[in-house]
């Protein structure tokens, strides 16, 4: 059972089909670009169907689709729709995309992955639900809603580009966006959602912004989380959830059938600074007795018990070369090739294009930086220890295609080997996007078992063998303040 995925691009617009085999689904995406008005000046966007943000895809286990974020793309890296593997769609020509969604539940996005596309649109939501053989472990909800939030400029994705080849940073949004409308706090305004009074309700939340974190709360209500990036979470209670890639407002109407008047404009205070973002990301944990895609609960994989084969240390800078800001890990900042990696591997060409391993496992005390194709090899399913230190003033966002990973610690400072001792080895979340705060580290762990994964930086002010572990769970440590 699989659904494949046809792109026809033509005068720089296309159309996408998805063709019904076995009779799954039938979705035709005409692609195009409309006049839209998201904070009141007119922008050319990136429509689906006439319509932004895109239309929803809702699949279950085991079904097939077109490139997605998050979407692990088992045995196959051919799809992933990122510079590195596929060559961009020319104009006048189609590409179909087939592979399979497999062993996977939760809620992603899809959106657009070169030249800051996704500030012009053509992004939407997607949901893998879990076979109807598979209990989820919280009730079955009246209604689940998408709720695509994220920051937003007036200029094009062309200027956006500009400022950063011409050594400026993105500079501050000009609003906010929840499923690409704006609000302003005690305006009338048509509401996004309806709900019956008694009754419970699931939004799927994403941050579809460039650079702003936003802090999703709903008034007069707590939210219990069940799921996020593809696990169950423990449903701990919540007022408020940072969801990442400053902090900035934006509002919308969710209403009740028997609601009378208008909401209250008096919205509680905001969260203020990161410390409290981290304490909050601490306090997800994997639920261990919830099962994912498989019957099987999700600690049935102890992934605390495997020996860490290979120890990586990325340090991220920003710097100016040529007039242009440019980003690195351990002073080796990338460029993509004229040919994508992949298809050079595929022709044994890739001696005439990259050299791997052009940075160390640990960063060295250099200050010279080198821009090239920045490719690590890896050995088949070593299980890895990698670790981003983030010394700007940023929270830096990090995303690895076709790959979800452990995120076992967070805290501020530099990392040394006696962290370890303070590693969540047993119920961390297995997700595949990271934040990493300001002038702090975080540790994930991995097996790399299927394909190239790329390790991105969300655009943002940015744009050997170590011993076995003991499997144990230790306390989450002191509260963090800012420093």
């Given at each position: ?13 296309g ?15 005409n ?9 009141g ?10 319509e ?54 939760g ?15 053509a ?39 500009g ?27 048509e509401?996004?959602?309806?709900m ?26 707590t ?6 990036e593809?696990?169950h ?12 890639i400053?902090?900035q ?9 028997n609601s ?18 981290l304490?909050?990301?601490r ?7 919830a ?104 929270i830096?966002?990090y ?9 076992v ?19 961390a ?9 300001p ?8 097996t ?13 002010e ?8 003991a ?10 303040t800012?420093?």
């Amino acid at each position: 059972m699989y659904i494949q995925g046809i792109v026809h691009v033509l005068n720089g617009v296309g159309t996408l089909y998805f063709h019904k085999f076995h009779g799954v689904y039938v979705f035709t995406w005409n692609v195009t670009y409309g006049t839209i008005s998201p904070l009141g000046f007119a922008q050319q966007l990136i429509l689906i169907n006439g319509e932004f943000p895109g239309l929803d895809i809702n699949s279950t286990t085991n079904n097939m689709f077109s490139s997605m974020s998050g979407i692990q793309q088992r045995k196959n890296s051919w799809e992933d729709g990122v510079p590195g593997t596929n060559c961009p769609i020319a104009l006048g020509t189609n590409f179909t995309y087939k592979f399979q969604v497999k062993d996977q539940i939760g809620n992603y996005v899809y959106y657009p992955s070169m030249g800051m596309h996704r500030e012009t649109g053509a992004f939407g939501g997607l949901r893998i639900h879990s076979r109807v053989l598979i209990p989820v472990h919280y009730d079955e909800p009246a209604n689940d809603y998408t709720v695509l939030i994220g920051d937003w400029y007036t200029k094009s994705h062309k200027e956006l580009w500009g400022f950063l080849d011409s050594g400026r940073p993105l500079g501050r949004p000009d609003g906010v966006l929840i499923n690409g409308k704006s609000g302003k706090v005690g305006a009338k305004q048509e509401p996004l959602f309806t709900m019956e009074p008694g009754k419970k309700y699931k939004y799927m939340v994403c941050n579809v912004g460039l650079k702003a974190s936003l802090n999703f709360r709903i008034q007069g209500h707590t939210m219990k989380l069940v799921e996020m990036e593809g696990s169950h979470t423990v449903q701990n209670v919540y007022d408020s959830l940072d969801v990442h890639i400053e902090v900035q407002t934006g509002t919308a109407i969710i209403s009740y059938t028997n609601s009378k008047g208008e909401a209250s404009p008096e919205l509680p205070p905001a969260p203020v600074g990161w410390a409290w973002s981290l304490n909050q990301f601490r306090t997800f944990r994997w639920n261990l007795t919830a099962s994912a895609a498989r019957p099987n609960p999700q600690v049935s994989y102890h992934y605390g018990a495997i020996n860490i084969t290979r120890t990586i240390r990325l340090v991220n800078n920003v710097s100016r070369a040529n007039g242009k800001l440019r980003y690195d890990f351990n002073d080796v900042s990338h460029t993509d090739p004229t040919t994508p990696l992949k298809l050079t591997e595929y022709f044994n060409v890739e001696n005439k294009v990259f050299k791997y391993n052009m940075i160390k496992d640990e960063p060295e005390n250099t200050t010279d930086l080198s821009e090239q194709p920045n490719v690590l090899n890896m050995t088949f399913r070593n299980f890895v220890e990698l670790i981003f230190e983030n010394h700007e003033k940023n929270i830096q966002s990090y995303h690895i295609d076709g790959y979800s990973f452990f995120a076992v610690a967070v805290e501020p400072g530099t990392w040394s080997p006696e962290k370890r001792m303070d590693y969540k080895l047993l119920d961390a979340v297995s997700r595949h996007i990271i934040h990493v705060f300001p002038k702090s580290w975080e540790t994930i762990l991995l097996t790399y078992v299927r394909q190239r994964g790329h390790v991105e930086y969300q655009v943002g002010e940015m744009g050997e063998d170590v011993g076995s572990t003991a499997l144990r769970q230790r306390s989450i440590p002191r509260k963090i303040t800012e420093g």
